[in-house]
């Protein structure tokens, strides 16, 4: 019995001695050295492979990307990509301490939100001077994806794909309510959601869950005036005033009949197939959703419910692990290899997601093939994106539970959001901490 | 023969010390320190990370001890269950019913299944408003959803539900080989001395299962505070962090949080517990039993 226990025990400690066993060489000695110049026309050295790793296990990646990386290899004799395709929570879990060895990739893809973890430790290369040579400046991207990749001052990533938050909606449901606009303010959005009331639908399905109660909250929370946090990520604010209003209104979805209560997980795209609501605020990668095949259906820009125009987007951007006694010659190869990828990403939309690169985007063809994609592109103008700061996603998680608290009753929204705010100060706080040196 | 009983246990043995011993005193190392994936230099802080387990409005002593609250809950509520229904069921099955192996392979079957797998089928079947459940109580005149994942007390209804549905099983046949043990000459001196059904399951099969009984209740102990996926997937922790689980709240802050030196002393502060309780239960138990043969 005793050994069972000690084996119970161990288990959690088995992972914390992996690392610890392939993490001993230490990190933090690498110095983050700007890769060697390029020149034009991209990478001119000896020949070089270089390894690349993202999270694109779903969708069209999986079979996109093979072909986008054979190709660049065939147009480039000196570099060869070697493309590793492995869960994202694998690529959380093993990447700092590959880098810390060496073992790590020359290029991946990572979340806006992990950038600043990632960067505050050292780990990324500083590119300033590499994205410069590749002719990359903020306006080659929508407004503040660019800056998402910067930290403490220097420049760390180059934007890859956006994906923002949108109104989908169920016509079939909103015309049987005589609606046949598509709402874009306050007003006619409440005045939507009354009349599906009156024909006996609950409009929009406000769920307590990160996909997409959270999105939803952020987005009204900015539509509001407010932010999630103070400038230098010291202190959280998405308690303030324009967060109360926002949860307030979306809790008001209930007790107004505008959505059931307890929705679960997802219940809110599921019953907009079902064709038992007409609204769902979800995120573009829904538009590659085949359950609305055969659903009457089209999405829109989220209404501007607040006082002004604003919406949650995410981001991925491409980086270059500073790996221990990393070779210049490869992040110079992997530079030109990003550059490419940015250049020929139009087929990226099939995957659910707006390629950042605003020429690309802005290729009329883009729209032609991808008709969906329009209302989101259209966002872009005035999308916020999460924010970047070591170990952000563990003081976001509370955002999720003050909605949770908040939607199933067991506390107001301004109670629940101040219990959030307190604990992720806290987190704030120990973070510094944690990430601080 | 000494020496060829170690050679015969050599291969075992080290991967034992590799895979359990070694980590756990590597995690014991870990606690103490300050150790992070991203730190270049890893300290010794003490009992730093134990002592803020027990400050009482320290964040990490307030999400620790509501895990813990939603495991002992778990435990508390599952384990009797686990025990009761196996039995009996177990005690059906041992009395000559037709089709015996048929059903004892169906109570069985839900055990060799993933938790992914129970996480998106319950997942299913447990929707609020378009759950399988729910839909079957309203043409049984229930005239509203229950959110059998999304609040309290459903959630905790659900989630010990889907637990003894799927792990019954391997009580029930633990049980039940237990009771194929016991000789069936007492039975029948039971019957003779007039005894009933109830009576000789009571005073013959009870106590003739008192060493499978000691072994299933600390395995389920055990299994019942090791939850995590059944939350995980079905209720994500929620509603707030009512159904986080220990294990869940650990996994995250040591895997997720780069958190490691801070989840592995609370590793340790919940094998103490389980331990101690484990200790506490063989005690009982075997008191019970001494009682009973004075």
Known sequence: MKKRWIRGAALGVVAAVTVALTGCSGGGDQTSTDGASLGEGGYSGPKVEITFWNGWTGGNAPKLVPQMVDKFNSEHDNITVKNVVQEWSDIASKLPLAIQSGNGPDVAVLHGDDLGTYAAQNLLTKADNLISTLGYSAKDFPPGVFDKGNYDGAQYAVPWSVTPLGLYINTDVAAKAGITDVPTDKQGYEAALEALKTSGVQGEWVDSFVFTGTFEFESLLWQFGGELYNEDVTKATFNSEAGVQALTWMADHISKGWSPADVSQDGDINALIAGNTAYNWNGVWQTTNTAFDGVQWKAAAVPQIGTQKAVWSSSTHWVFPANKGQNTDKTTAAATFVKWMNDNAAEWASTGELPAANTVRDDPSLVANYPNLKPFIGELDYAHYETVAPGINEANALITTALSNALTGKMSPKEALDDAAKQADQILEQNQAKYGG | ?294
């Open chain 2, 1 to 294: 023969m000494t020496v060829r009983a170690y050679l015969f246990l050599a291969p075992f043995l080290a991967i034992f010390a590799t895979f359990v011993i070694a980590p756990a005193v590597f995690g014991l190392g870990i606690s103490v320190t300050n150790w992070s994936p991203f730190r270049a230099r890893t300290a010794f802080v003490g009992l730093k990370n134990y002592i803020a387990l027990f400050t009482p409005g320290s964040l990490q002593a307030t999400q620790f001890w509501t895990a813990m609250r939603a495991t002992g809950l778990f435990v508390v509520i599952s384990v009797p269950l686990l025990l009761v229904i196996p039995l009996a069921v177990a005690a059906l099955l041992n009395s000559r019913v037709r089709a015996a192996t048929f059903f004892r392979t169906i109570f069985f079957a839900p055990y060799v299944l993933g938790v992914a797998v129970i996480g998106l089928v319950w997942g299913y079947i447990l929707d609020t408003q378009q759950g399988i459940l729910n839909h079957i109580l309203r043409l049984f005149g229930l005239d509203r959803d229950i959110p059998w994942t999304v609040n309290t007390p459903w959630v905790w209804v659900s989630l010990v539900g889907v637990t003894v549905w799927w792990t019954m099983g391997l009580n029930t046949v633990i049980f039940l080989a237990g009771m194929k043990g016991i000789s069936a000459e007492l039975y029948e001196a039971a019957a003779i001395d007039g005894a009933g059904t109830w009576r000789s399951f009571r005073q013959v099969t009870v106590p003739g299962l008192r060493s499978v009984t000691l072994f299933v209740t600390t395995t389920t102990i055990l299994a019942s505070s090791n939850m995590f996926g059944q939350s995980y997937l079905l209720t994500q922790g929620g509603p707030g962090d009512e159904t986080r689980t220990a294990i869940m709240y650990i996994a995250d802050q040591g895997l997720s949080q780069n958190n490691m030196p801070g989840a592995t002393a609370m590793s340790y502060v919940l094998f103490l517990i389980l331990a101690i309780i484990s200790v506490v239960n063989f005690r009982l138990q075997r008191d019970r039993g001494e009682e009973s043969k004075s």
